[in-house]
Nanobody, 115 residues
Framework: QVQPVESGGGLVQPGGSLRLSCAAS????????MAWYRQAPGKERELVAT???????DYVDSVKGRFTISRDNAKNTMSLQMNSLKPEDTAVYYC?????????WGQGTQVTVSS
């Protein structure tokens, strides 16, 4: 079972930037619509950004204009560029397929926005 591996999280001050990466074996990214999700403490996992097979992107309203999703099919990787970070962006971030059946969830990468 393919399991994504997320990386790039950390502690950043409000207004700062981070770039998250997701790696997975096989042609997962080229064959599927993919997404970034996040789960804040005490909250359910939510969809943050999506990218389709033809590279159409979409974002939850709270991150529009600040986050950019992209992927490199040749390298089997996906990224999430996060700018102008806010404390409410604090969460564990995961990557996975947009649609069912999903891959096994990875460990995620922690993003903490705090001064």
């Amino acid at each position: 079972q393919v399991q994504p591996v997320e990386s790039g999280g950390g502690l950043v001050q409000p207004g700062g930037s981070l770039r998250l990466s997701c790696a997975a074996s096989g042609s997962i990214f080229s064959r599927n619509a993919m997404a970034w999700y996040r789960q804040a403490p005490g909250k359910e996992r939510e969809l943050v950004a999506t990218i389709t097979r033809d590279d159409t992107t979409d974002y939850v309203d709270s991150v529009k204009g600040r986050f950019t999703i992209s992927r490199d099919n040749a390298k089997n990787t996906m990224s999430l560029q996060m700018n102008s970070l806010k404390p409410e962006d604090t969460a564990v971030y995961y990557c996975n397929k947009l649609r069912f059946p999903r891959l096994s969830w990875g460990q995620g990468t922690q993003v903490t926005v705090s001064s």
